[in-house]
């Protein structure tokens, strides 16, 4: 079957999640036949060298969702295109207000979170009205660099969308297939200029298939401080600190003057983190120049930088303990949701590195003995809905007994696996899949 040689799929099984390859080898073959269909020959041709999901489609590497951040553009000129390109919601976006294209070509640069391969770049299907016939961007050219992000650049590949084609993906193959760190992406023209038309250039999403490499996270790859811009109270403003414990990760920060809790947790290599009782996820990672970059899924979709610096805040070794952001929630009547809880893949057995946070739910119960609590299972929407709550169930499971032969009260802890019923981001990209799959600590009260 097409692609079915070629199922690369890495999943460690985050937060009580039906991994990637938890579908079971009938649905995966189906879905990965139906895929190199919708993709066309092209795909075929290069099927050994594209990496797929649970599902059978092509993962695209090229969004916030894979760990792929700007990191050399001008947040005024080229801000929103590089938002389109990576936001990984196949809208549209208006990208110029000009209906004959972008005055000058938009060019804006990507690093990647690993080395990547591309076999094939797409676009996903237009509208034959509204945005975006006629009026989407003519010109896609796809540079990448194993070096840095200002020099060695060789092009990766350069097409035309065609103006002509609605209701299918366009599907493009790599002319150049070199593992490549930074990619610099460049947008020009217009399908149709005509400066009488009253819509601007919009552009729509660009994925990037291909492999990638593990991405490898050191032990305290997550464990600094950064500026994340603007505010004031000294301390030069808004700042996050973030502290890393195996696939745990705890923290505080300021913004506007007003603290501010984190609770997140590490799978395959990004970090996915809450603030205070927000429930809308961040994905984020460390670049190459130690800055956080990250991007809240699901809402606003709203881009975190921050460069390395900031005066300490109350997480900062040596001042007091950062809180407990299980605790916290569980005073304040609310579900803690709580990540880094990662379990081997289609199995319910739970890997070492959750033990910190495992334990951050174990030391928020011993304090409050009477206290009765339910440990939540909650996926994706890949594989049947019966499966994955069978799947959640297992996992709540095993973490209740883990924390009941750790000393929790038997009587105070039930397991309850919710399966994919109660996404808190959309389960149409990576990034919101990965969101969706976690552990909630839901008190009764």
């Known amino acids: 079957m097409y692609f079915r040689s070629m199922m690369m799929i890495a999943c460690s099984g985050l937060a009580i999640a039906a991994c990637d390859s938890d579908a079971g080898e009938a649905t995966s073959a189906a879905a990965a036949e139906s895929s190199a269909t919708e993709l066309g020959s092209d795909a075929r041709a290069g099927e050994s060298e594209i990496t797929l999901d649970a599902e059978g489609e092509p993962i695209d590497f090229l969004t916030y969702g894979a ?27 208006n990208i110029s207000n000009s209906p004959t294209g972008p005055e000058e070509p938009i060019s804006f640069i990507v690093e990647l979170p690993a080395a990547t391969t591309f076999a094939m770049f797409g676009i996903p299907p237009q509208s034959s009205f509204g945005c975006c016939s006629g009026a989407h961007i003519n010109t896609v050219t796809v540079e990448g660099s194993a070096t840095s992000p200002d020099d060695g650049f060789q092009q990766l590949g350069k097409f ?28 020009e023209g217009r399908q149709v200029p005509d400066p009488e038309d009253y819509r ?20 305290d790859q997550f464990t600094g401080r950064w500026l994340t811009g603007g505010g004031s109270g000294g301390g030069n403003g808004n700042r996050i600190e973030l502290i890393q414990d195996g696939a745990l990760v705890t923290g505080c920060g300021m913004s506007g003057g007003n603290a ?28 190459s120049e130690n800055q956080l970059s990250g991007a809240m899924i699901g ?3 709203g881009r975190v930088i921050g460069e390395p610096g900031g005066a300490p805040t109350s997480c900062t070794p040596g001042q007091e303990p950062p809180p407990n952001p299980v605790a916290t929630a569980l005073d304040q009547c609310r579900a803690a949701i709580v ?39 909650h996926t994706d929407s890949d594989a049947s809905d019966q499966y994955n709550l069978d799947l959640s169930q297992r996992r709540a499971d095993s973490v209740v007994a883990w924390l009941v032969d750790k000393g929790a009260g038997a009587g105070n802890v039930t397991a309850l696996g919710k399966g994919e ?23 009764s009260c």
């Open 67 to 93: 760990g792929a951040f700007p990191v050399r553009f001008d947040r005024e000129a080229q801000g929103t295109a590089a938002g389109a390109v990576l936001d990984g919601r196949l809208g549209y976006t």
């Open 299 to 301: 809402r606003s979709f």
């Open 160 to 187: 035309r969308v065609d103006p002509e084609v609605y209701d299918e993906k366009q599907t493009f193959p790599a002319e150049n297939r070199m593992p490549v760190r930074w990619v610099r992406v460049t947008l």
């Open 260 to 287: 501010y809790t984190v609770s997140g947790g590490i799978e395959n290599g990004l970090l996915r983190y809450v603030v205070d009782s927000d429930t809308v996820p961040i994905v984020a990672v460390i670049n």
């Open 421 to 443: 019923g109660e996404p808190i981001a959309d389960n149409e990209t990576s990034a919101g899949k990965a969101s969706n799959r976690r552990v909630e600590v839901e008190p």
């Open 339 to 377: 990540y880094g809880i990662n379990f081997d893949v289609d199995s319910a057995a739970i890997r070492p590195d959750a033990e910190p946070a495992l334990n951050q739910i174990l030391a928020a119960l011993a304090d409050r003995p009477e206290m009765q609590v339910v440990i939540e299972g």
């Open 200 to 219: 601007g250039t919009a552009f729509t999403e660009l994925f990037g298939y291909g492999s990638q490499e593990a991405i490898e996270v050191a032990d």
